[in-house]
């Protein structure tokens, strides 16, 4: 189900798990494998900016990827993507297009895994630009919803529209004020350097910085194991098939501190 709410808040979808860019109890990393539904929003929105086109199969590959629009999704937490009931705040900046593309990812990716019972909440002022993306929101069995200050009669492709805006003359809208809603929430904007908790993830980002940035394959996984994989998730480093060869990524010398 697709929603869309035009300036303001609305009664919170109703869903046991909850993903919001507003203050919440939890919070929680963007980290997730990707639907070939969620890889194709990322190649639409960075060929729709004249960026080179990602075709990734995992989140955390937007940190390492060297299109200018990259510059932008470094700034989300790409650590594993809690799950469960209640509501959780995830870590991405509030921006266009970073909201828009990780909310539909991430929409898709909880559909294909738990089915229903979810809800994915946005802001975002691009959406227009979208909405053939967007609509393939329309059969899942959650809910995505987005904020948004824009109108625009593309706003027909939802399934719901809530125009939640004070002081505005409704009849040369078309719609139904269905709520009248109150201020947008604080967002939660993460710094741009990656926190690694995992002791073996940190050896082995120490041991490729003393090596000069990458190590043979190999070696790599004799040594560090399951670390190599995880830290390869987290966009920290890179695992080249051509050399076969681990390489430091430039989010893994942020998480060092350098």
Sequence with gaps: MLEIVIGGLAE??????RYTFCQAEKTTGLGFELTAEGSLVFTTVFLRNNNPPLYPRYTAELAQCSAPLCSLFRYVDYSQLEAGEGVFQYRAPPVDPVLLAMGLALAHHLDSKYGGGWAVEVYTDAWPMYTDLLAMAKPLSGTLRVYTSVYDPRAAVADRVVLAV???TYEGLAMKKAWAGGRLCRAYTPPPAAEVEDPDVKELLRTLWEAGGFLSLKYAQEKYGQAVIKASQLGLVKLDALT???????????????
């Excluded at 919170?12 to 798990?17: G, I, L, Q, R, S």
């Excluded at 681990?246 to 998480?255: N, W, Y």
């Design 12 to 17: 919170p979808p109703e869903a046991k798990t």
């Design 166 to 168: 004070q002081g505005l």
């Design 244 to 258: 076969l060869t681990v390489r430091l990524t430039d989010l893994g010398i942020r998480a060092l501190g350098i």
